[in-house]
């Protein structure tokens, strides 16, 4: 695990380690919007945006007249905007709906969300080290699940911005907002986007001494912070700003924090003889 030499020291990348974990199945893909309406729909869940009324959309998903017409702005991150009543299921706010994107992960979910979604589901979210050696495909320190370079042969692997962060996306991937679950080549055990696309809740409590902190078998940092461990990256990520698309790049938010970039996946802890 871990990284050494090009990740950001203030979110403890390092040191590179070794660690052993127990058996786990872990999704192929994140949490689509068809799999979590029907958690919904099951349980009549409302989510912390329902209840707190609003969530944070980037700007450059917006309509013009709804992006001009919004004064309120994060001071150091101008480009996410807190609109009325955006959700899961109107990811944009009131005029926008996921009836043409029920395959893309599901967003404006926070932690207590997602792990309301796995109690349900019989599942839980991953640990950051179960997350990493899955995204990881069986490579040897790779920086990204495919290998060391971002498009081998040209070819785009994973949903992230091209272009100048936040003024000009070119869209040479292919998408400006999220992309289906199952976009883009998986790695070397199946799993679809854990590069791009949209931040995955971890388990974890967030610490930058995460790996110096945590024991090396089935490393799970239990102390309480005020953020929980995010992976993977977003369709927003982009080297200028946020190179934290590579494998062993670590963030965090907290628990209660929702936005058009955050999703998550989920797992289930297996044996040696599980088929799945």
């Not at 695990?1 to 994140?30: K, W």
């Not at 495909?137 to 785009?156: F, I, N, Q, S, V």
Request: with cysteine; net charge negative; glycine share 10%.
């Amino acid at each position: 695990m871990g990284s050494a030499g090009i990740g950001f020291v203030e979110d403890g990348e390092g040191p590179v380690r070794l660690v052993t974990l127990s058996p786990f199945a872990i999704a192929c893909h994140a949490v689509s919007n068809l799999q979590f309406g029907d958690f919904v729909r099951a349980t009549g869940y409302t989510t912390d945006a329902e209840r707190y009324g609003w969530s944070f959309v980037f700007d450059g998903l917006l309509p013009e007249e709804t992006r001009a017409a919004r004064t309120t702005r994060v001071q150091e991150t101008p480009w996410w905007v807190p609109v009325t009543r955006a959700y899961w299921a109107q990811p944009e706010g009131p005029a926008s709906s996921i009836l043409d994107r029920l395959d893309h992960p599901v967003v404006h979910v926070s932690w207590n969300d997602a792990q309301a979604y796995c109690r349900w589901s019989g599942t839980r979210m991953p640990t950051e080290a179960e997350w990493e050696m899955a995204a990881r495909g069986g490579l040897d320190r790779a920086t990204y699940p495919w290998g060391d370079e971002l498009k081998p042969g040209g070819e785009h692997r994973c949903n992230i911005w091209q272009g100048n962060f936040p003024d000009r996306n070119t869209v040479d991937d292919g998408y400006f907002g999220t992309a289906p679950v199952h976009s883009f080549v998986p790695n070397g055990y199946g799993l679809h986007n854990v590069a791009g696309n949209v931040w995955e809740w971890c388990e974890d409590y967030f610490s930058p001494s995460y790996h110096r902190l945590t024991p090396s078998r089935d490393p799970l940092n239990r102390e309480p912070a005020p953020n929980r461990s995010m992976r993977g990256g977003s369709f927003l990520c982009h080297d200028s700003h946020c190179n934290r698309y590579r494998v062993a790049a670590r963030s965090s938010n907290t628990p209660d924090s929702s936005s058009s970039n955050i999703g998550f996946r989920v797992v289930r802890t297996a044996s040696l003889r599980d088929p799945a």
